[in-house]
């Protein structure tokens, strides 16, 4: 019987510049003469220390000692930042046990009912990077597919606020707008906030980047005024406006959906549950105590049904409630992009001929605008219920919306030299006489985004006709904007192939499933 | 409108040489002037061209030149052996659309049942790896929460029978027998083979190598003879043997089971459909016409509860009987590992005692053998129920069996120095006086695969004690063999925190659920 004693032999630490996207990686040489690579690799991840800190990885066996050499330990971009340690220190490796919380997930697969630390736990392990995309991708079928209780949605929006940073704006009513996503070119928080923040209402709107869609709020407003603001700067500019229009990434609320959605997006799923956990975690954590939540319903919208509308509604108001949230729901006309442009240059067009009563300006996105903001200013009580879309009204027309967003744009910082439009364009055209009856939201929003939009501010597509247009067989519908040349191709050969409108009779436009 | 052409640039395919394991990945410079890299991350998924010829891979951006220079695109092993063209090659990317089976998977995961044409058209995208991990896990998950109907098991398991070779042996009895696994030490085929052979049944036996156990019958057949036969090699050896003991993999029989273990063993997920539909398309593929499945029970076993076990065994006659193949089900003693040794070095010493009648052999794996291989010759026609086991008996003990297996030995190729056991050792002792009354096979089974089992064929367990054997305090219960240093230090380690043996008193001693 051999004795046996503690290893001392440690790997070299090396960064290998991959971003992996929301994926902890390690690369180890298979010529490693310490560690056997494939010993570890069928387990699929290791534990990696040094000092008491570690990590977890998914490892991949590497042949080329360019990448690692034998002796080397290497960590992509991700899991080098998190061990936060310098390249060449010495690191130890183990089998890393499945994270503790799988077994939760493994009980939701088999149908059980989550209790809140078993989200506490699921939500910890997830932002410690200690899942693989591949356990992210089975929690989130399993609490899709098995569906959440509400309750189960309650306890997990508390377990995802908790996950990262809260706001306090010591004030008592910290009101806030979202929509659930999915009708491009609609940016009325661009609108709301400076009417309401003018009336004098706290409205700090922090939002996310987009992901595959052509923009987000902070996309769009970053075409006007920085919006990576530190949490300072976010509180002074708050502090002296009232408003806000700002990324809330920096502040880091609730990171763990940022996370959820490099495996959420590829596989295309998007549970009720999951969407409103997503949501009201990043609001309650943002210290909003007023949220009015828009539900878009059409044919190509993320909810396609009245009913399903309702039942969404109904899972806010019960989540939001027991949260101590102030929270109402407006179900909106979703058949088609809002505004004309989409993509940040675009959107932001649009916002500014709205707030400069530009006779241009898109009077869907105007009206949207107004009936959001009417009713954010009703949650003050000294507001009659039913008058808060004429006092928007008022506050927009007289010109105070249009100055309070220039000194939000001021006091974030304005962009000196404004992007402009992509100077690659091609113009879609109608293939028949008739009327605009439908337009393909998800069309719109894969033709933007293969444009390059958001990355390229300008790239993007600008609607020339909307449903209920009467056009002439070759009239153009839509332009493209690019700036890059294989982007231009991407989106023109997406057009090109599905136009994303419905050209046909006048008898068969598509009619809002709710008053627009 | 400015007029838009063909896109003629192309990137310069390099091969990066890292192991991605059943996954396509694809590296792209950040600093790419073609194509715009982070417009492609977020998506997940490109796909590279080259001539008509195209893959799908996962993209990883990258920020060294060292890995991959701008204007190139790298490709990980496998996505580089799948393209098959020389580094240096031009190649063109697009986005890649979602796998069109996807929608199946998303339909499983709204609750929908499956089609047979759905099964194929799964099983042809993830055998073509069109499908990232995370694709993979969903559409394992979906299938196992939401449960396959035992007509979708059916539909699946002709599915992936079909997505490989199949063998056609020109004989209408073409026997086989499998265990579901789960049971350290299980090594009957190498036992139930010859018996069977000898008697001039065909039973032409491949079989997987471990994935995470520290043994599969290709493993330790290979530390007596070579067991990578080529097609025309396999089909020799049983022409002239009637037998023979091969590793399955370069027949390539039913792939998809292969790649989908990169993902279910991680995720630590076995369903009975999935189970059944791996088992009965390898067999069917491998061209078996009567075939025994031994479904041990007990309460480390995959198996815990005899309903279960029923249960497994109704889907398992459902399949059978559909696919027009002669099945019959055993149902064993799963409390305990088979026979003394765990890793293939002591799993082939255990049944060289057997063949060889060692007063030393191990009992229990001579008399399970014994039981099975009686099975399998009642399968004969000519032989009457019941007295399968005498005959086996009398083979094994005249020599004949053992005969048998030096055949097959020489015709497949014998190993001219066979592997020893791991001399780094460690014994792990009784903590009490008292009986062993429990063994727990997963941990066993852990301990031997971190001692480096199968990879160091000498790597594994020697167990000194089983159940219901007394013990003094002290004593040792089993043996640790490893060869590498860093395997060892894992394998005591664990040992050392749990020994997976209980000790107790003589009235606790586990029973066996069935007769063993």
């Known amino acids: 019987m051999s004795k046996r004693k503690r290893s001392s032999e440690h790997l070299k630490l ?14 180890l040489n298979s010529e490693c003469a310490i560690y056997r690579a494939e010993g570890f690799q069928a387990l699929s991840k290791i534990e990696i220390s040094v000092n008491n800190h570690n990590v ?11 990448i690692v050499e034998p002796g080397e330990l290497g960590l992509a971009d991700q899991a080098f930042e998190q061990l936060g340690v310098e390249e060449g220190s010495p690191v130890r490796i183990e089998h890393a046990e499945r994270p503790r919380s799988m077994d939760a997930v493994r009980r939701k697969i088999a149908g059980d009912r989550l209790s809140p630390e078993d989200f506490q736990d699921i939500t910890r392990d997830i932002v410690e990077n200690r899942y693989s995309k591949m356990e992210m991708a089975a929690f989130l079928v399993a609490a899709h597919q098995g569906g959440l209780d509400r309750d189960e949605v309650l306890y997990y929006t508390q377990a995802m606020a908790d996950s990262g940073q809260r706001l306090d704006w010591h004030e008592s009513l910290v009101a806030d707008k979202h929509c659930i996503g999915g009708i491009p070119g609609n940016r009325t928080s661009m609108l709301v906030v400076p ?11 922090t939002s996310s980047r987009a992901i595959t869609s052509p923009a987000g709020t902070a996309d769009t407003m970053e075409v006007l005024a920085e919006v990576n603001l530190q949490p300072k700067k976010l509180h002074d500019v708050v502090r002296k406006e009232r408003g806000c229009l700002a990324w809330g990434g920096t502040a880091n609320l609730a990171p763990l959906d940022d996370i959820l959605i490099a495996v959420e997006r590829p596989l295309g799923i998007d549970a009720m549950g999951q969407m409103v956990a997503s949501i009201l975690s990043k609001k309650l954590a943002a210290g909003s105590t007023h ?21 969404l509604r109904k899972l806010f108001e019960y989540v939001g409630d027991r949260l101590g ?22 959107e932001a067009r649009d916002v500014m001929q709205v707030l400069q009563i530009d006779p241009e300006a898109p009077s869907d996105l105007r009206q949207k605008a107004l009936r959001l903001a009417g009713r954010v200013l009703e949650f003050d009580p000294d507001i009659r219920g039913g008058s808060g879309f004429a006092i928007a009204r008022d506050i927009l027309d007289s010109g105070r919306a249009l100055a309070k967003m220039n000194a ?33 939201n998800l069309l719109m929003n894969r033709v933007a985004s293969l444009a390059g939009a958001p990355m390229d501010k300008g790239a993007g597509v600008d609607l020339l006709k909307k449903i209920g247009d009467e056009v002439s067989k070759g009239e153009s519908l839509y332009r493209i904007h690019a700036q890059f040349k294989a982007d231009f191709l991407f989106a023109c050969g997406l057009a090109e192939r599905d136009s994303g409108y ?8 598509q009619i809002p499933l709710v008053d627009s």
Chains 1, 2 share one sequence.
Do not use: C, W
């Open 14 to 27: 090396r960064h290998v510049a991959v971003d992996t996207y929301h994926e902890n990686v390690a690369y």
């Open 291 to 311: 949220l009015l939540i828009d539900i878009p319903v059409g044919q190509t919208a993320k909810i396609r049904r009245m009913h399903e509308a309702l039942q």
């Open 195 to 205: 009417i309401v923040a003018a009336h004098g209402m706290l409205i700090p709107k």
């Open 502 to 509: 419905q050209i046909g009779d006048e008898k068969h436009i």
């Open 408 to 440: 939000i744009i001021q006091a974030q910082g304005e962009i000196s030299e404004r992007p402009q439009p992509g100077e690659l364009t091609f113009e879609v055209a109608a293939v028949r006489d008739g009327f605009v009856i439908s337009i393909n």
């Open 56 to 66: 977890l990885a998914v490892l991949n066996v590497v042949h080329d000692p360019k």
């Open 325 to 346: 949230v102030h929270l109402e729901v407006v179900i909106t006309d979703g058949r088609q992009p809002v505004g004309r442009g989409i993509g940040p240059v675009l």
